[in-house]
């Protein structure tokens, strides 16, 4: 959870069936949430930088391709060319500082 701390974000690369998959970890006051980081409009990822996911006031998610907002509880996109789709969302639980992904 501390690698959290920085941006409330960390991008993790998974492997199914041999290749990378990309996800992000999100922790707010809502709580800790993942979601695939691909973008329902081009299939992008949402972040240009790593670990950035959040806007500067730690809101919305955004995507920095189109300019997509997200609401980091539900994933569903708020403004931009996606609207009304909605993120990937994973299952994930806490154990002390460690943020588990089944």
């Known amino acids: 959870m501390a690698d959290l701390a ?3 974000a960390k991008d993790i690369a998974l492997f199914k069936d041999g290749a990378p998959y990309s996800i992000f970890v ?4 809502a709580g800790v949430r993942a979601f695939e ?3 329902p409009h ?4 949402l972040n240009g930088a790593a670990d950035v996911f959040f806007d500067v006031r730690r809101t919305v998610l955004v ?3 189109h300019g997509a907002h997200f609401d980091p509880v539900t994933g569903a996109c708020l403004r931009g060319p996606c609207k009304g789709e ?3 969302a994973f299952p ?3 154990d ?3 943020v588990l992904i089944p």
């Open 63 to 65: 995507c920095v391709n």
């Open 92 to 94: 994930v639980s806490t």
């Open 37 to 39: 980081n691909s973008c």
């Open 6 to 8: 920085a941006t409330g």
């Open 42 to 45: 081009a299939r992008l990822p």
């Open 86 to 88: 909605r993120l990937r």
């Open 26 to 29: 999100i922790r707010d006051a």
């Open 96 to 98: 002390g500082e460690s």
